[in-house]
C-alpha cells in the first residue's frame, strides 16, 4: 500500500450566536469607554493607553470568533486540528478508521438511529446541516462521540479502505 497523506481545510460559518458575542462585545466596550469619559479627568495622563488596550482587546476577542478547521487524513488516521484566527492552533480530534463504528452521511435512517445512542456531538464541519457533512461514531477519549465533519472524496476513499464494512461511501459524492 502506498502512504497517503491528505488535507482539506474548511471555514467555519458565522452563526447567530457568534454574531451575539460580536454585538456584546461592541457594546461591551462602547459602555467601558462611556465609564472611563467619566474618571477622563482623574487619568487623563492614561487615556491613550487605556483606549489603544480598549480596542486590541475588542480587535482579539472579535477576530477569535473566526475559526478553520483542517482535516488531516494520514494511512487511515484521522486527524482535526481547529484554526483560530489564523493565529493558533490545536489538535481537537485524532482517531483511527479502524475504530470507526460507523461512518455514513448526514440525514440518513444511520444519523436517525445513531441519534438514539447518546452520542456527544463535536461538530467539525463548516455549516450545520449541509448535504456535505458526514458523521463519524466512535470512541474518544473513553466517551462515545459523534463526529460531524466534511471530507471531500479522497479522504472517503482512503479512510473506507480501511474499515470497509463500517464505512458507508459507495461512490463520488452527489
Known sequence: ????????????????????????????????????????????????????GIGYGLWFLITSINKEYEYIVTNGDLDVDMIIARRKRKRVLSVKAKEFELMAQTGTTEERDAEKGGYKVLDFSAAVGSDKNWFILTNYKQEKVKVIFEPDERMLKNLKRFNPSRIRYVGPLN
Open 1 to 52: 500500500m502506498d502512504d497517503v497523506f491528505l488535507e482539506k481545510i474548511v471555514t467555519k460559518r458565522k452563526t447567530g450566536k457568534d454574531y451575539a458575542m460580536i454585538a456584546a462585545a461592541l457594546v461591551g466596550s462602547v459602555v467601558l469607554f462611556l465609564l472611563l469619559l467619566q474618571f477622563a479627568a482623574y487619568i487623563s495622563f492614561l487615556l491613550p493607553l487605556v483606549l489603544i
